[in-house]
């Protein structure tokens, strides 16, 4: 089965410095991975993903995430963090292998940027 | 307008009472989810659907049933709602077998029930 998670229920970042938001996965075949952002009394809304090609993939404003295989790993980043990017970041995982046609997600991960 | 459309964004309910809450989109897409949200425990799917004659029990179905109306309208049952179904509850779309996994999600809909 199918499973992700986020080790950091919340982290926080000074506006102007480097963040990292964490995920690992679990899967049987090769993996379909995702970032979305949750803003305040909003839906989840798409930010990236990686399904195949260069490991470092970009997404919607100025994130980028990194696939690692061997570490199983995909964590969500950006250069310089802006107050606007305080959400809630989920990551998700999808099998590839045929027949597995379900996001699963993790727990969320609240990121904050102090002014 | 929004693609994905849900009706009530937010629910007050008793113990026992049946409550439907309904899902639209104008995307066009063939597949629909229910996915409740729970603080520090993400989203769990309820029920998905791929097509109008097919629905699917995710991993937390119980206490729960739903409706493919129409391509466009998939909605979700609580026969008798119960205190620990109280949560926000988003539906989502997706294309066919050519979409790689991304999601268009709704607003949302908060239920409490008391």
């Known amino acids: 089965a199918q499973s992700v998670a986020q080790p950091e229920d919340q982290v926080n970042v000074a506006e102007g410095n480097p963040l990292t938001v964490k995920c690992t996965y679990s899967?049987?075949?090769?993996?379909?991975l995702f970032w979305y952002v949750q803003y305040p009394n909003r839906g989840l809304q798409f930010l990236l993903k990686?399904?195949?090609?260069?490991?470092l993939v970009k997404g919607s404003y100025g994130f980028e995430a990194e696939f690692n295989k061997s570490q199983t790993s995909f964590h969500l980043k950006k250069p310089s963090a802006l107050v606007s990017d305080s959400a809630l970041y989920f990551c998700?995982?999808?099998?590839?292998?045929?027949?597995?046609?379900?996001?699963?997600f993790g727990q969320g991960t609240r990121l904050t940027i102090n002014p | 307008d929004a693609d994905v459309t849900q009706t009530p964004r937010n629910r007050i309910t008793k113990t026992g009472k049946r409550i439907m809450l309904e899902c639209s989109q104008t995307?066009?897409?063939?597949?629909m989810y229910w996915y409740r949200q729970d603080p520090g425990l993400g989203l769990r799917l309820i029920y998905y659907?791929?097509?109008?004659?097919?629905?699917n029990k995710g991993e937390i179905s119980d206490g729960y049933s739903v409706s493919r109306q129409a391509q466009a309208k998939f909605s979700l049952s609580l026969e008798s709602a119960i205190p620990n179904q109280t949560a926000l509850y988003f539906c989502?779309?997706?294309?066919?077998?050519?979409?790689?996994?991304?999601?268009?999600f709704g607003e949302g809909s908060r239920l409490t029930v008391l």
């Open positions: 989502a779309t997706s294309p066919g077998l050519a979409n790689t996994g991304e999601l268009f």
């Open positions: 899967v049987s075949g090769n993996p379909y």
């Open positions: 990686y399904i195949t090609g260069d490991n």
């Open positions: 998700a995982v999808r099998d590839s292998i045929q027949g597995a046609q379900k996001l699963v």
């Open positions: 995307k066009g897409h063939d597949r």
């Open positions: 659907s791929f097509d109008v004659k097919d629905i």
